[in-house]
């Protein structure tokens, strides 16, 4: 966390695209909320209704704020 704190600047590849970015902690309740629900989706197989697990509900959630490429 102290690197993304000193140096959010980040690179995504995409297959042979790179995106480049700003990563920050999420902290807007909506947003953290949402970002938990679909990790647990993708990676827990976790359903509208069930509780989340404990990763789910505790881990950091970091965002990218994608630039968009220019041209």
């Given amino acids: 966390?102290?690197?993304l704190r000193a140096h959010p600047?980040?690179?995504v590849q995409i297959e042979e695209h790179t995106f480049t970015g700003?990563?920050?902690?999420?902290?807007?309740?909506?947003?953290?909320?949402l970002?938990?629900?679909l990790l647990?989706?993708?990676y827990q197989d976790w359903r509208e209704?069930?509780?989340l697990s404990t990763w789910a509900r505790t881990a950091l959630p970091?965002?990218?704020?994608?630039?968009?490429?220019e041209g």
């Fill in 40 to 42: 647990a989706s993708k």
């Fill in 9 to 11: 600047t980040v690179a």
């Fill in 22 to 33: 700003q990563a920050r902690i999420v902290s807007d309740a909506q947003e953290d909320a």
């Fill in 1 to 3: 966390m102290k690197n």
């Fill in 49 to 51: 209704g069930r509780p």
């Fill in 62 to 69: 970091v965002a990218i704020d994608v630039r968009q490429a």
């Fill in 35 to 37: 970002a938990r629900r």
